[in-house]
């Protein structure tokens, strides 16, 4: 686990007592961010267009220019930015709440070659208040491993659903888990312990920031995110195991 999750450490304690406070903000996390975004620029840049790409079956739609695709919770602006420069007949947009991390994307939008990436664009925006002119606007909304941090990812899923095209998928990378954790323990053994360990010190807190927050965590699990997923209005839920990051399930959802 990467000990820069401990970085709040104090303030964490304050949480947790019944008189404290409701939970963190992002910010509290800044060193955290910074390695996660580290390891998640290693990882994809092996696999995201060998791997995990090809699971969603979009490559040709990609390469053609026939396709909008907007990242929620964008954070530094990697994925977006990588599929921009290698797709660059179709259009990317990335959102996130946090102003460091937007200001931090933007400057991902210089080529290798130094010249701009005309084809993508950042946005600090509400997961659950995008913009009130996207609706039916994307073909494609890809959410990497935060859904389970927003205080409120019901209202966030039904804003994707908004923005996405009729008859269009929804992509979701999660923490892999159940829902139960006696069900976990069954099929993760001794790893069962670690979406829970970093649910405690990070996703919960700032998963609970907010007196109508849900509070999922990272161990929220398969059957609670399909159930969500359908109570949104997906039609379809399929849901794939990732082969290069054994620990995570990408969840495709039809409009």
């Known amino acids: 686990m990467n ?55 979009i490559q040709d739609k990609l390469e053609s220019g026939s396709m909008k695709i907007l990242d929620v919770g964008c954070g530094n602006g990697l994925h977006a930015a990588l599929m921009a420069e290698h797709f660059p007949n179709s259009q990317f947009f990335g959102i996130d709440l946090s102003e460091k991390a937007i200001g931090q994307a933007k400057n991902r939008r210089k080529e290798s070659n130094g010249e701009e990436l005309k084809n993508l664009e950042f946005r600090i925006m509400d997961a659950g208040k ?31 659903h908004r923005v996405l095209k009729p008859g269009h998928q929804f992509a979701m990378v999660e923490v892999k888990g159940t829902s139960s954790i006696y069900k976990d323990r069954e099929l993760l053994g001794k790893r ?34 399909e159930s969500m997923l359908r109570d949104t209005g997906f039609s379809k839920v399929e849901v794939v195991d990732i082969p290069y990051f054994s620990i995570n399930l990408l969840y495709i959802s039809t409009k």
């Open 3 to 57: 000990i820069a999750v401990l970085e709040p450490y104090s303030k964490l304690m304050e949480v947790m007592k019944k008189e404290g406070p409701l939970g963190l903000t992002y910010d509290n996390y800044s060193n955290f961010y910074e390695e996660m975004a580290r390891l998640s620029e290693s990882l994809h840049r092996q696999h995201l267009f060998s791997d995990f790409i090809p699971l969603l079956g």
């Open 130 to 160: 995008m913009d009130p002119n996207w609706s039916d606007t994307f073909d494609m909304v890809l959410i990497f491993d935060s859904c389970h941090d927003q205080m409120r990812p019901d209202l966030c899923m039904k804003e994707i």
């Open 192 to 225: 069962a312990v670690f979406p829970y360990t970093a649910s405690l010190l990070h996703c919960l807190p700032v998963a609970s920031n907010s007196p109508d927050a849900l509070g999922l965590g990272a161990a929220w699990g398969q059957a609670k995110a």
